[in-house]
């Protein structure tokens, strides 16, 4: 068979593909209802047997999954009764498997077996949307043994599909209307699928022209028209343009080059996420949100937090920067050579490899490499808010509206003072509960800890007058009534508690215990 990569698939074809899809049921729901919920979870740890197993039949449906999901050869017949083979042949979606040439118009010939050019899976897209990912053969998701191999096609240009990044972006995304959207770095275009159920006009952009083309393919399959996919550099495709939402899933992987396009931006360091906030406050508009992934280095003797608030200050923005995990460089190393699959070569080349990783490390004095989001908003407010925090604990996704009111609590917050804050009223946020610790039979708890079931799952430790405090607020009475109700009854003096409470209360506020309801 030939090692050249077939040619890619045509978008203005993908119409009549999508209908047979449907028909077949090869959606999202299909596939579980399908495969079960054990070879399912498999085929995202990149294991396909148990899914093979599972499609043994002649079914529509399992010959699909064998054919664009597991990139099984099919017979003619089975594949026939399933889609319109020669429309997806003369489209590039499919292709003879025994190599032999097949031009468009002419008969199938033999009647030979076809195989998949592409990777097509299904993907939910929520709220009855029915969507389909188009990434390199092998490319879907990774696995232990890290990326696959699409035949013909060097590492450097691969394309992949949908991945536990990818899923995070979409799920903290704030997802409210807007007029314009931009998807920077698309990769298979997951991120503009998402945007384009609420944005007026998409603009999808990656340096990688075979991922331009599989974007294209990725929106045409999924019905989604209208939207511009762009090829270049950040944001030299889209000039001067502003937009009311960026989304990126960068190729923020801090390595010693520029081996693989879908994750190494072939900057120093973590230069390439900084590059891009930068980038990104010049073309938000008012009021406009950018949101990323990304990675960022420990340096030896600089607090972390320090140094990444320090990305912001030029900016004019408010930002949220939630460090989710933290890696030494060692592992950090193995990690990303285990992904590019370096581990399959030679123990020599291995080593030199991981040494280069230690060198580019040393010559950045770093000791660690962080990973986590961030979003920035334009606000327009001349006392930007930046806040850097470390959260690793669990969290319950989406978190998109989450985060949405966390920067409306900023602009609360920067808009009262002590005395506004205590004229104003608050709720307790409706997934709080608290919890009380302290030796049996006592007559006071030694801790008082309120905690979030939702969302962030925040705990916070609180005094007993903060927990009261909390307790009462159901958005009838002023925060400063509260208080001096509080100091009658443990004969305190108002003005002194009035004076201590505010920053709790702020506290409390910011971190989404109490929510303002003025």
Request: glycine share 12%; proline share 6%.
């Amino acid at each position: 068979m030939s090692t050249h990569p077939p040619s890619l698939p045509d978008p203005a074809r993908a119409d009549r593909l999508r209908d047979a899809l449907k028909r077949a049921a090869y959606t999202a729901d299909g596939l579980l209802d399908l495969l079960g919920a054990p070879a399912y979870a498999a085929l995202s740890r990149n294991e396909t047997v148990p899914a093979l197993r599972a499609t043994r039949g002649t079914d529509p449906l399992s010959v699909l999954v064998r054919l664009f999901l597991l990139q099984q050869p099919v017979p003619h017949a089975l594949a026939a009764a399933a889609l319109d083979v020669r429309d997806c042949l003369d489209g590039g979606w499919l292709t003879r498997a025994d190599g032999a040439e097949d031009g468009p118009g002419d008969a199938l010939g033999d009647g030979g077996p076809v195989r998949a050019t592409v990777d097509i899976r299904p993907y939910g897209g929520g709220e009855d949307d029915d969507w389909w990912i188009v990434s390199d053969l092998g490319c879907a998701v990774g696995g232990a043994s890290g990326i696959g191999r699409a035949p013909g096609v060097p590492a450097s240009d691969l394309v992949l599909g949908v991945g536990g990044a990818s899923t995070t972006l979409a799920n903290i995304t704030v997802r409210r209307p807007v007029r314009r959207a931009l998807d920077l770095g698309t990769g298979s275009g997951v991120q503009a699928l998402h945007a384009a159920r609420h944005a007026g006009h998409v603009t999808a952009t990656d340096l990688n022209p075979r991922a331009v083309h599989f974007a294209r393919l990725t929106l045409a399959l999924s019905g989604v028209h209208g939207a511009d996919v762009l090829g270049g550099s950040l944001f030299e495709p889209v000039g001067d343009r502003r937009f009311d939402l960026i989304v990126s899933n960068p190729p923020f992987v801090i390595s010693p080059g520029a081996r693989l396009t879908y994750r190494d931006g072939g900057m120093a360091g973590d230069d390439l996420c900084r590059t891009l906030v930068a980038g990104a406050a010049d073309h938000l508009e008012e009021g406009g949100y950018c949101q990323l992934l990304a990675n960022w280095l420990h340096v030896e003797g600089e607090d972390w937090k320090d140094r990444i608030a320090g990305w912001f200050a030029p900016t004019g923005c408010d930002a949220w920067v939630v460090q989710r995990e933290v890696q030494d460089v060692t592992q950090y190393a193995e990690l990303w050579l285990r992904d590019g699959g370096d581990h399959r070569g030679g123990p020599a080349e291995y080593a030199a490899r991981y040494e280069a990783w230690l060198d580019e490390f040393e010559r950045q004095g770093a000791r660690a490499v962080g990973f986590g989001w961030i979003t920035l908003r334009r606000s327009g407010s001349d006392r930007p808010v930046v806040r850097v925090e470390e959260w690793p604990h669990p969290v319950e996704q989406p978190l998109g509206p989450v985060i949405e009111q966390w920067f409306a609590r900023q602009d609360f917050l920067r808009d009262h003072d002590d005395a506004a804050l205590l004229a104003s009223r608050f709720r307790l946020a409706d997934s709080v509960v608290q919890e009380q610790v302290g030796a049996p039979g006592a007559e006071d708890p030694e801790h008082v800890v309120l905690r979030q079931n939702r969302g962030m799952r925040r705990a916070t430790e609180v005094d007993t007058v903060v927990a009261g405090f909390a307790g009462v607020c159901d958005g009838t009475l002023a925060a400063g009534q509260i208080l001096d109700a509080i100091a009658q009854l443990l004969d305190e003096d108002p003005v002194v508690l009035r004076d201590r409470t505010p920053a709790s209360i702020r506290l409390l506020v910011e971190q989404g215990f109490l929510i303002p309801v003025d």
